[in-house]
């Protein structure tokens, strides 16, 4: 028997604290995300979540 393994982690939509711009992570990003407009570090990883450094959360996608 296959075992499948299942994806616990959720997209979240965040706003840059910068320049406002909006765009969509995954919650539990393993490496750097940086705005794609202004540059601005976003997320830094964590072990587990992603910690935000210069975002805020708008919306949790299902």
Do not use: Y
């Amino acid at each position: 028997m296959i075992e499948v393994n299942t994806v616990t982690g959720k997209f979240v939509r965040v706003s840059c604290r910068d320049c406002g711009n909006e765009q969509v992570i995954f919650e539990r990003a393993c490496t750097k995300i940086s705005c794609n407009i202004c540059g601005a570090t976003l997320t830094q990883p964590a072990g587990g979540k992603a910690k935000l450094v210069s975002a805020a959360v708008v919306e949790i996608l299902e």
